[in-house]
Every structure is written in C-alpha cells, then in structure tokens.
C-alpha cells in the first residue's frame, strides 16, 4: 500500500460515544497532521505532529486528543463531541523540513456527523 | 498570522482559459502552493513557487509576485474532469504546517 490511508472513512457518532481516526502513512514522511474541513470554511490545521512529537496545537479543544506512537501512524481520540464537529478531518504527511512541507500528501478523509 | 484571500467560484467552458488569484498576507514566507480537490476527495498538490515568475507543469501554470504578495493558477485547455475547488497555501510562521485560503470552486460547463 502507498500514500495515506485514513479509516474509517464515514463515522456517524452521538454525543456521549468515544471513538478514534486512525491514518497511517507509507511515504516515510517525518510530519502529520490533521485538519478539519467543514462546508463553507477553509482546511482549518487541529495539530502537528513533527518526528512523533506534537509540535503545535491550534487551539483546538480538548474532546479532540491526538496521538502519534510512531512517525508513520496517526490517531485523532474523539469523545463527548458536539453536532458543530461533523465535518471532513483530513490526515496529512510530509517530509518535515522546511520547505519539503509545502507539499503535503492527503488521506481521503473520515466523514464524521455527530449526532 | 498568515490569511489567504481567493476567490469563491469561477465558472468556464470547456477548452477556455482560467485564472485563480491569491492575495496572500504572512509572517514569514517561504512560498505559494495551489491543491486541487475534487468533490468528495483528497486534496492534491499541483504547484509550489517559491520565486517570482511563472512555472509551468502541463496544461496548468502558477505564478508568484512576492513583492505584490499575490500569485494565481493559470489553467489552460479547460476539461470537465477539472471542475473540483482549488485553494492556494502558505506555510505557516515556524514552517511547519501549510495554512490554507478558503478555496475557489471551478465549475467547468461544456
């Protein structure tokens, strides 16, 4: 398998559920991300993950926790979310260094709707 | 903070001539992306221009005037297969994650 490979694909959960975005990577890129991409907003980056280490937060609140064992698997740990967070969370890597980070490969994404 | 301004949507007819503009403004700049994505896909990248002037990648060209801070994406020799939003990126001020614009959609009529 090659690129990034998210699952799973569509989640449908409700408010008081926990549950978990896996991505992995087979580019042997040393960055990953998520974002979120909801209707009629831009990709808005949640975190940054450079060599395992969380490196940035946007402000991001805390039902949303992630989670980097290793440089080529990513998890978003998801509890007690709000209708307002279905959206599109989209898993990206890169090279991580530099200017190696403007291209970014994508995952196709976890349809999530909380309900 | 770094915010990108683009356009919502723009419409074409097959075989025509495209452009999306970018105006752009940051702390720090390190260059232009452009991303494609197509309904209900991954996006994927297209061009990075790190200089000024124009690079060229097929029927699709993107262009960056940092003194301006404003770039576009040409796309020549419109098909219907490139109806899908596009957005330009900058990278963030510590270089490590890509900020992108709200995006523009191009829907392309034959």
């Known amino acids: 398998e090659t690129g990034v490979t998210q699952t799973p694909r569509h989640l449908v959960m409700g408010m008081t559920n926990k549950k978990s975005l896996k991505c992995e990577q087979h580019?042997?890129?040393?960055?990953m991300y998520w974002y979120k991409q909801s209707a009629k907003k831009p990709l808005e980056l949640m975190f940054v993950?450079?060599?395992?280490?969380?490196?940035e937060n946007n402000s991001v609140p805390s039902r949303f926790s992630p989670e980097c064992p290793n440089s080529s698997h990513l998890f978003l740990h998801l509890h007690t979310l709000q209708p307002e967070d279905s959206a599109l969370y989209l898993c990206?890597?890169?090279?991580?260094?530099?200017?190696?980070?403007?291209?970014?490969?994508f995952g196709q994404g976890t349809r999530l709707t909380v309900v | 903070g770094q915010s990108l301004e683009q356009p919502s949507e723009v419409t074409a007819v097959e075989g025509a001539i495209v452009q999306i503009n970018c105006t752009y403004q940051?702390?720090?700049?390190?260059?232009l992306s452009w991303y494609q994505q197509h309904d209900g896909g991954a996006p994927t990248f297209l061009s990075y221009?790190?200089?000024?002037g124009l690079e060229e990648t097929g029927r699709f060209s993107s262009f960056l005037s940092r003194s301006d801070s404003y770039g576009y994406l040409l796309l020549q020799e419109l098909q219907m297969k490139d109806s899908a939003s596009y957005f330009c990126?900058?990278?963030?001020?510590?270089?490590?994650?890509?900020?992108f614009g709200k995006g523009t959609t191009l829907s392309v009529s034959s």
């Open positions: 221009n790190a200089l000024d």
């Open positions: 580019l042997g890129h040393n960055a």
């Open positions: 940051t702390s720090g700049f390190y260059g």
């Open positions: 990126a900058v990278l963030n001020q510590a270089g490590t994650a890509l900020i």
């Open positions: 993950y450079s060599l395992e280490e969380r490196v």
């Open positions: 990206a890597s890169s090279q991580g260094s530099g200017t190696m980070n403007t291209e970014a490969f």
